[in-house]
């Protein structure tokens, strides 16, 4: 193997790093598997512990993890900002971090609303804030195919996942299709 030296130093840094911030990386066996950084490692331990808390759970400080998993302070802070950035952590200054109410997020795609938050593991509700029928527009006439002032069932709903808001929905129906 070739040995790469650094400058005009020889035994001196290359690009700016020395053999020592390196660590072994020029040891390894190239069939070896590269080793996972122990913020990573602490990270999957970490989403571990915060499945098996409710949303809004506080997490213990900084201090407390570090001691516990044996590792520094700075090893925490990056494992716990990388699960703040995935929507898992939430961090509320002068207070700590909680375990992140679940994060919706839906691809623009014709399913059911009630199936796609069930998949989530979310508890869907419909609410309906007002419902009535309503004469059509030219616009609301031509996209249902029915004739201008031609009765239309208009319905406002409110939806939610687990008792959260996720979006108002308004719907019109063309009458016919719902007689009496």
Known sequence: MTEVR?????GGGFDGFDRAS????????????PRIPKYYKLKELLVELIQSLPPGSP???ERTLA?????????VRQALAE??????????????TFVA??????ELQLVSYTEDMR?????PETRILEAGYVSADERLATLLC??????VLRVHRLRLADGEPMSIDTSHLPARRFPG
């Open 6 to 10: 650094g400058g005009p130093r020889h």
């Open 101 to 106: 109410k679940p994060k919706v997020s839906q």
């Open 67 to 75: 001691e516990k998993y044996e590792t520094s302070r700075t090893t």
């Open 146 to 151: 029915i004739r201008p002032g031609g009765r």
């Open 22 to 33: 390196l660590g072994d990386i020029g040891k390894r066996h190239p069939n070896q598997a």
């Open 59 to 61: 997490l213990p400080p």
């Open 119 to 123: 998949h989530h593991g979310l508890r």
């Open 83 to 96: 699960l703040v950035v995935e929507g898992r952590l939430q961090r509320i200054q002068g207070k700590g």
